[in-house]
């Protein structure tokens, strides 16, 4: 791609031996014109492998899980979340509605709890309006004329189209992200750290004292969020609304999710994760949706740090390495009939889960996904607790659905409309 190698890992072989195999040679990301202009090398995803990458997502990892991320202490959050997108989605009952905002503002707003310790109301137009600006944002940047940037810098600033377009949605994060982190330097209370910001703030002050080159501080912190605002809200939110379109396509898998809710947690009772070994169908009903939509089809781009042989091909230092996490997941050779939507195919002849090797929607090595903990949490929960309440139709006079999906950073479902039936 312009004068750099670019290389496409397709078989989960290739990419284990580039990721796991020789992670130290694999494991840093390229530094293309559109990441330098958008991250400059900071935050978690796209910065460099090395100690400051080393660093700060150590310290990220921990203090997610300082506020739950991964653990029961998170629940009581997300079933909270989960009874203001029921309300919602009860206002459309019968109706043909587009469940995308509803899903993404529930979705943003755990991130939203564990990084700035409040939630935004689904009324909240700058909110709202600025999911959707995210959201085009992630099409557009590998998915238009946008990608041309990465051979013409300077196209970036051009006033016009899908330019001003992934600008605007910049600035508009930006200018989010950054009066939020203000509020809270301005109320920090040391003795009493609310959340991920209050945490890394503290962080910042601690380290002025002893070290003056220290990769905290509060530039480093504006990246962190943003991270962990975008890759936390489109990857699940687009999952589960492919979850919902597959529910409505295929009404017999429905039924026998329905049925081991029904089973194991009854229609009165909030869902658990505690109950998660106990339902074996609806995880692998979940885990056949990843599969089938792979939220992150080309994984997120390394770098060769070094020259290194892989799989008997030379790749000079500096290429950019693609894992094709789609086509791992329709490998013919490792999925039986890959793109036939079958859920049983994770589960063995006693019903009980199979762990698939190459299933890896969250990717692998050492860059694998920071969120897998409580990207999986969520998916659970919140697809359990919407099929414990509805049954969800596809409107009969709608067009089929395409089920490709609308290509971008994340692959998402392109807009449709469902019904909820009240269960
Ligand atoms: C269904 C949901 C999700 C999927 C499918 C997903 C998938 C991925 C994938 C494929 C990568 C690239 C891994 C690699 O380079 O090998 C990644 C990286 C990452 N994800 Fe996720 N993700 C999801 C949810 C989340 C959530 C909720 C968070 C929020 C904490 C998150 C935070 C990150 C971060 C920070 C990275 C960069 C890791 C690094 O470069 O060290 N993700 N994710």
Redesign the pocket.
Known sequence: MGSRPLIVLSDYAAVREA?VTQAESFSD?PAVPIVLIITQKKG??F?PYGPV?KQQ?RFSHTT?RHFGLGKNSLEPKIIEELKYIKEEIKTHEKEPFNPFSVISNGVSNI?CYLAFGRRFDYEDVEFTTLLSLMSRGLQICINSSVILVNIYPWLYYLPFGPFRELRQAELDITAFLKRIIAQHRENLDPENPQDFIDMYLLQVDEEKKKNKDSSFNEDYLFFIIG??FI??TD??TN?LLWCLLYMSLYPEVQEKVHEEISAVIGLDRAPSLAHKAKMPFTEATIMEV?RMTV??PL??P?MASETAVLQGYTIPKGSVIV?N?WSVHRDPNVWEKPDDFQPTRFLDEKGQLIKRETFI?????K??????Q??KM??FLMFVNLLQSFTFLYPENAKKPHMDGRFGLTLAPFPFNIIALKR
């Open positions: 990721l990301r978690i995803v910065a990458w997502r997610l991130i991270d962990l890759a936390g990857t699940t999952t990843q939220v992150v994984s997120v390394r894992p996490l929607p969250f990717g692998l090595g860059r694998v996904c920071m969120g897998e409580l990207a969520e998916l």
